[in-house]
């Protein structure tokens, strides 16, 4: 027999070894693979034509030849030795090609680490079939099979040396190498020829060992490779000189931590320790250390590191632990032993709020220092700026953002000592602490919930009015739960403390920021005048000289002669703007509180208060007396009526807010007109919000609305959102669990509302992100139950909510809709509204572009340009006073659920309720993202409602879409 023939019978008994099932579709198969691997030249269409059992849409039959034909490859490549290099390179070359054909996004990767276990004739020859057969790659292949080719070529080239005897020449060749190896392979070098480049480094002169040693500690590549060369290098090297040696621990400090049991790290430790002995051990380095050893804390290995690493300072990396380090080597001895001894109380306190002992002790040393607070405000000020370097880790991981342990647990004790050393910059420091900490990171969470519950423990503990604000703030804008509930406590305590409830204590400590009722603070700074303003949400800060001219900033000497109280004055600019929000957020979460006041109370907290003055007498208030009931706005002074009547109030009348349920149709299209016409912008939407009234197909479901049911939202932004409304809700993950709907407590109506909800999805990885966590989540039904009902709850994975237990299960009674009161249900199915008009899918103008999700891309398009909920109806209404207005008005018209825009080059329709874009003629869809277009100042009536603001800056620029120079833009509206 010839060699083809030969090739043919081994390719036969291989494959029927692997499917004893003789048929004809396998004896079909078995002829083309020997056809394909013996012939003397490559076939292009043999390949192709074998490829097709590999193909994902295929049949039964079609799937069993795709398994015999895998398996009999797998078994051909096993047996390579029995065949010469051509064939091999196209078995290699089929095998691979057939089980990248079935992969989503497939890689060479796998392959390339076969690659190099190939000898090298084979290895070549599989490069030069690379070369000849991708013009004949399927398309979907076309990308793999170039990467494949492009990875062989330079595996292959590795093998080449080089010529140079320049040492430093030679160590880059070999980086070079290595850094190669790992590109292609991911591995370190178990296997064939990743092992031979090391042993051939080790190999090498002692000066390009040292040259390679210092360029791989150089790097901030984490190749697993370089640092097994690395790793055999130190150990070859040993003594190291102490160039290397500072040069290895200035890289292991670079470094988040290190594997405990990688023999890297033993060589490492050892090292460090001498370093330690003989106080030489960089302070990053000791970062590491320690933060290795809170990795993995039940190892001998890295517990032994503490038993000598027993200082107390603070891990350096993290700026205010740099200025703390920096700080104590400029202190006279005693006072650098009385902060080491607060440290140290402080690591060796575990409670989660200081005990009285731990405060004695604490206070015992501030008592030895002479400026305690110089110190504090500096470290607290620095706290939020985070670190002072990058630290080298995983790639994906958080590591940067979150906050060093070591140093959280030192934090915490300056933090505790806050309320014996009271100072006005305190409160504000707590507060923007407290916020920064709890700042959600990516596969974390809140970056330091620890930090931000010690610092609410220390705004309640100062008795100050700044404090009470700050707390009262932060009530409105934290949603991490122990937090929030951390700072209800205090308010409590402070209500308690104070004989009020715990609301009049809310309004009564809102700082004035030394304003007056116009909203204004003058401050006289030497020659220099300071002129504080609030205008809207904004601060403005003007300065006059001693002749009255106005400067654009403070000179060079007030700069000097007043650094601290320019400081307050900036730092005020953003307090105002803070406060304003939050209490613009409470106002607009009391209308389900029954909240009211007697008129004196209302007017000494609001109308006469300086700065809650500013959101009040842009609100509509109602005032009742004697029966009698009657809206009105603060106005220029005076009281007057939706159509401008002046009118006076009694003394004795009870004031509320006013909600348009409280008006008929007339008064309410009024109020919308009066604060059009007067150009009022009202903190929260009031004169214009929605009303939502119970439906024909809610009476007929009778006890649940399916208003906002089917609708996929983004559930991170979804749970933000709840937090922020007050409704409780849990993140929800793809495991064996159960959760409870989102759900709000409504004591003063002994109510509870329930929003059903369920994880979007069943594929790990695709529809959950990689801690597990669903990434949508679908809607379901809208229900209302007695405040005590037993609670609701679903499977992670869906099939219906229920109450009582697993082996138990019982259905809470829902209360009758027609029973909720208008009010309860309007300013609930608003909520929903909100949820679904902010969280869907359908208002992301990338959705269609994103791969994987298109399974939503259904829903999507109905969203995106569907019928319009009562947010976007109540949208349309206003832009129909608006639009008349603008200068655009002759290019702008509403067209059912559009706003039609008439550009230069098209004319486009946005849709009011997700604000993404149609091109006519044909219904093209033009994506335009939030942030790339133009920002148009329009005065809109109220604030908060950012669909809105989005249409009007599309609007306008599209009205000149022949000035659009943004090419993402510009090409969707040219083609």
Not at 641 to 670: F, M, Y
Not at 766 to 785: C, H, K, M, P, W
Request: proline share 5%; with cysteine; glycine share 6%.
């Amino acid at each position: 027999m010839n060699r083809s023939e030969v090739i043919a019978v081994r390719i036969e008994k291989i494959f029927f070894n692997n499917s004893p099932a003789q048929t004809p579709e396998a004896k079909k198969t078995v002829a083309l693979l020997q056809n394909f691997v013996s012939s003397e030249t490559f076939q292009p269409d043999l390949f192709q034509h074998l490829l097709q059992f590999s193909l994902p849409q295929m049949s039964l039959r079609t799937s069993e030849q795709h398994k015999w034909l895998s398996r009999a490859l797998e078994s051909l490549a096993t047996h390579q030795q029995s065949f010469p290099a051509p064939q091999v390179a196209r078995i290699y070359l089929l095998k691979w090609s057939s089980d990248a054909q079935g992969q989503a996004n497939p890689s060479p990767f796998m392959a390339l680490r076969k690659l190099v276990e190939l000898d090298e004739s084979r290895s070549i020859a599989l490069s030069d079939l690379l070369n000849e057969s991708l013009p004949h790659f399927p398309e979907p292949l076309q990308a793999f099979g170039a990467e494949l080719k492009e990875g062989a070529a330079q595996l292959n080239a590795i093998a080449e040396s080089s010529a140079s005897t320049n040492p430093t020449e030679q160590a880059q060749m070999w980086i070079q190498k290595l850094s190669t190896y790992e590109k292609w392979t991911f591995n370190s070098g178990f296997i064939y020829r990743g092992q031979s480049l090391l042993q051939h480094v080790q190999q090498q002169t002692r000066q390009v060992r040292e040259q390679v040693m210092m360029m791989l500690l150089d790097t901030n590549q984490e190749l697993v490779v370089s640092l097994k060369a690395l790793h055999l290098l130190l150990q070859q090297e040993k003594p190291l000189n102490s160039q290397v040696t500072l040069a290895v621990l200035e890289w292991a400090g670079k470094r988040h931590s290190l594997w405990f049991n990688d023999p890297l790290f033993a060589l490492i430790k050892a090292l460090c320790k001498a370093s330690w002995e003989n106080k030489t051990l960089p302070e990053t380095t000791k970062a590491m250390l320690r933060r290795t050893a809170a990795m993995y804390p039940d190892y001998a290995a890295t517990r032994e590191v503490l038993n000598w690493l027993n200082d107390a300072l603070p891990n350096a990396g993290e700026i205010w632990a740099d200025q703390a380090l920096s700080d104590l080597q400029t202190l006279p001895a005693s006072e650098t032993a009385a902060w080491r001894k607060i440290f140290e109380y402080s690591l060796e306190f575990s409670g989660s709020k200081p005990n009285a002992k731990l405060l004695k002790n604490l206070q015992a040393c501030v008592n030895t220092l002479s400026d305690p607070l110089l110190n504090i405000l500096s470290w607290l000020e620095k706290a939020t700026q985070g670190r002072s370097f990058a630290l080298l880790t995983d790639q994906h991981s958080s590591m940067n953002q979150a906050e060093d342990g070591f140093n959280s647990s030192l934090l915490r004790g300056i933090i505790w000592l806050t309320p014996g050393v009271s100072h006005p910059q305190l409160p504000r420091l707590l507060a923007q602490l407290t916020e920064y900490s709890l700042k959600k990171l990516p596969g974390v969470g809140p970056r330091n919930p620890k930090i931000a519950n010690a610092c609410i423990y220390a705004l309640g503990q100062l008795d100050t009015s700044a404090a009470l604000a700050q707390l009262a703030r932060l009530k409105t804008r934290v949603t991490f739960k122990s937090t929030l509930k951390e700072i209800e406590k205090a308010l409590d305590a402070k209500a308690s403390k104070l004989g009020i409830s715990k609301e009049d204590l809310e309004e009564l400590g809102i700082p004035t920021y030394g304003l007056d009722v116009q909203g204004e603070r003058m401050e006289q700074l030497g020659d220099l005048t300071a002129k504080v303003q609030v205008k809207g949400r904004e601060v403005e800060i003007s300065y006059q000289n001693a002749a009255g001219k106005v400067l654009k900033s403070p000179s060079a000497q007030a700069k000097q002669d007043f650094a601290e109280e320019l400081k307050e004055l900036k730092a005020l600019s953003k307090d105002i703007p803070q406060m304003l929000t939050a209490v613009s957020d409470r106002l607009d979460g009391l209308y389900l509180k029954q909240k009211s006041w007697s008129f004196e109370v209302w007017q000494e907290r609001y109308l006469q208060h300086p700065l809650v003055h500013l959101v009040a007498r842009n609100l509509i208030w109602k005032f009742e007396h004697a029966g009698q009931v009657q809206s009105l706005m603060w106005q220029q002074d005076r009281f007057v009526g939706a159509t401008g009547q002046v009118c006076s109030v009694p003394e004795d009348a009870r004031v509320a807010l006013w909600h348009p349920l409280d008006s008929d149709t007339k008064e309410v299209l009024l109020w919308r007109d009066f604060v059009l016409q007067q150009g009022i912008t009202q903190p929260f939407k009031q004169a214009f919000r929605e009303i939502y009234l119970l439906t024909a197909a809610e009476e007929n479901t009778r006890v649940y609305s399916n208003r906002f049911a089917a609708h996929i939202l983004k559930q991170h932004q979804f749970n933000a959102l709840c937090g922020l409304r007050g409704w409780k809700n849990d993140l929800r993950l793809m495991v064996d669990d159960s959760y409870n709907p989102p759900l709000k407590k409504l004591p003063e109506w002994n109510l509870r509302a329930e929003f059903w909800v369920e994880g979007a999805g069943d594929e790990y990885g695709i529809d959950t992100n990689e801690s597990g966590t669903f990434l949508y989540l679908a809607t379901d039904q809208v229900r209302f139950y007695a405040l005590n009902a037993s609670e609701n709850w679903a499977h992670a994975g869906g099939g219906g909510y229920t109450s009582g237990s697993y082996l138990h299960p019982m259905t809470a009674e829902p209360i009758p809709l027609s029973e909720i009161p208008a009010l309860v249900f309007s300013e609930t199915m608003r909520d929903v509204d909100l949820f679904v008009g902010v969280c869907s899918v359908g208002n992301d103008p990338n959705w269609t572009d994103q791969g994987a999700q298109q399974r939503h891309y259904t829903y999507w398009q109905g969203y995106s340009f569907g019928e319009l909920s009562e947010t976007a109806q109540t949208r349309k209404v206003l832009l129909e006073k608006l639009v008349p207005r603008l200068k655009i008005r002759n290019q702008a018209t509403l067209e059912g659920r559009f706003l039609r825009v008439q550009g230069k080059l098209r004319a486009y329709k946005i849709h009011l309720g997700s604000g993404n874009i149609l091109m006519e003629p044909d219904d093209q869809y033009l994506c335009i993202v939030p942030g790339s277009s133009v920002k148009e100042q329009v005065l809109l009536p109220f604030d908060g409602d950012r669909t809105l603001a989005i249409i009007l800056s599309k609007a306008f620029m599209l009205a000149q879409d022949n000035k659009i120079s943004d090419p993402t833009i510009t090409r969707q509206i040219r083609r």
